[in-house]
């Protein structure tokens, strides 16, 4: 038998993304203790012996932001030896895209929406992991349409085109756009219109049968319970 002498922690640490008033934001938390006390910290949490990765991400996620039930894609796992100031942690980060009006969380003192592109001091290397987040993101928009996780269930493609604008961060053209998504596997054409008395009706649109999984990542989600 061999002494096996313990050499590092392992965490787990949450990205949840969504669009808020036409930007992208990243739900925090503030920490209360040291290090970084005071600091806006990704929701994140020690792995405990009796549960995997996913199941720590969960229950991380639920007692951090009281958010649960949503899919989550393993992202990275982070283990620089001086990512944290008193101690080895290797931590297993994952993320998730959700629509605004899915996670009802009222912004407090203590946690709240940051927009990606004006981050407040973060703790650890958090906005290291939020970058990596969003790379995975514009990544993922090559493999399959994720930014319908994004989106209202039906959608404009002007509001399609907007949520991968925010997501690559540039412009795209409207004609060519257009094109591309309304040949989209999975895209549903509706016989549905927006209802506006101040601009032209827009036909709306849906997604279905997408499949998001990969052999890079996968996605975890909580049952729901009957």
Known sequence: MY??????????DVVILTIKNNNIHV?????????????????GGYVRLSENLDEAALRVLKEKTAVDNIYLE??????????????????????????????KIA??????????????????????????????????????????????????????????????GKKLDKRNFRKKAISTNGLIELDEYTKSSSKRPA????????ELNSKRAHFIKKEKTK
Not at 27 to 43: C, D, H, M, Q, Y
């Open 203 to 210: 036909r709306l649109y849906t997604f279905e049968n997408i």
């Open 74 to 103: 393993q992202l990275y796992t982070f283990g620089d030896p001086l990512r944290h100031p008193n101690a080895r942690v290797i931590t297993c980060a994952y993320f998730a895209l959700v629509r605004s009006e899915d996670i």
């Open 27 to 43: 739900l925090l938390v503030k920490r209360t203790s040291e290090p970084f006390n005071g600091r806006w910290a990704i929701p």
């Open 107 to 168: 912004s407090t003192p203590e946690i709240g929406w940051h927009k990606v592109s004006d981050l407040p001091a973060l703790a650890f290397d958090h906005k290291e992991i939020i970058q990596y987040s969003m790379k995975r993101t514009r990544e993922r928009l090559e493999i399959c349409p994720v930014a319908y996780q994004l989106l209202p269930e039906k959608f404009t493609l002007t509001e399609m085109q907007k949520a991968y604008e925010l997501i690559m």
């Open 3 to 12: 002494n096996v002498t313990k050499t590092h922690e392992i965490t787990v």
